[in-house]
């Protein structure tokens, strides 16, 4: 049983079996606490935690409320009830959930079209987001990061993956919603290696750098759907070309590419790959 007294959430002078004031709902209350007890060291991965009706007196709630929080905490895997013994902290409980994501997603090879296929999910739902939430000095920023991608040397691959970056990070950010950053945090280094060896010709960098800006445009506008249009449009270009490609090297039947209607209500057209525009 984990002791009444331990370091690592709170001041020294403050009981870590204490909810803080707030109008939150008291089961994300107890739900935080419990997950920063793990997370401080407080509870150790497999020791079991006092039973529902102590944790409630401790933390002065009712015991619905505990078990609320708790079924919050055992869907998200810090916990686990076994019957008749009580709830236990999951041997991967103290671990933060993006650190468990991103160690799942490096244990095997990901097709690169499947990690572009959720990219570009993220990403046009971003582009969209930031058309509504962006403040007027990041619309500007995004605007700067487009024209410095346009005049960047189109032979200095290097200049041209950080100013692609820059330019979609920036988009991402100004989205306002860190979990869907988290997200995007973790499916970009799985693509790293092509974003390296995207830009085959100063065609491609150009096509790409007018797409930045038809993003920036649509986002500086506030349009929402422009924005998700232009961006979804630049992604699918990209997306198309390493799928058709997949599709020839592999000499037989591939399962269908995703289009413009897989993301969005509209005639799917737009692709473009190897620098050239598709017919």
């Known amino acids: ?3 009444d007294e331990q370091d690592g959430t709170s001041s020294d002078n403050e009981d870590p079996w204490t909810l803080p004031d707030s109008r939150r709902p008291v089961p994300d209350l107890v739900a935080d606490r419990v997950l ?3 997370r401080a060291g407080v509870i150790p991965p497999g020791e079991r935690l006092p039973t ?3 944790v409630a007196r401790r933390f002065g709630v009712a015991r619905s409320s505990v078990r609320s929080g708790l079924q919050r905490l055992q869907a998200q895997g810090v916990v686990a009830v076994e019957r008749g013994r009580g709830w236990f902290v ?7 959930a993006a650190d468990l994501m991103q160690e799942r997603l490096a244990s095997r090879d990901y097709d690169v079209t499947e990690v572009m296929e959720v990219r570009i999910a993220l990403e046009q739902a971003a582009a969209g987001l930031a058309a509504t939430r ?3 000095g990041q619309r500007d920023d995004i605007l700067k990061l487009s024209k410095i991608d346009q005049a960047t040397d189109p032979e200095d691959s290097a200049a041209l993956l950080a100013a692609d970056e820059a330019f979609h990070g920036a988009v991402v950010e100004a989205a306002g919603n860190d979990y869907l950053k988290a997200l ?9 290696a092509w974003r390296r060896n995207s830009f085959t010709s100063a065609h491609v960098h150009d096509r790409s750098a007018l797409d ?3 993003v920036a445009v649509q986002i500086r506008r506030q349009d929402d759907v422009g924005a998700r249009l232009a961006m979804t449009t630049h992604l699918l270009g990209l997306y198309t070309g390493v799928a058709r490609s997949q599709r020839a090297e592999s000499g037989s039947g591939h ?3 995703a289009g413009l209607s897989t993301y969005l209500d509209m005639e799917n057209e737009p692709t473009w790959e190897d620098g050239q525009e598709s017919d």
């Open 184 to 192: 995007y945090e973790m499916v970009t280094p799985l693509v790293a």
């Open 52 to 54: 529902e009706p102590e």
């Open 36 to 38: 920063e007890l793990v």
């Open 212 to 214: 930045h800006m038809q």
């Open 90 to 96: 999951s041997a991967s409980g103290s671990r933060d």
């Open 134 to 136: 962006a403040s007027a």
């Open 255 to 257: 399962r269908p590419i």
């Open 1 to 3: 049983m984990v002791a």
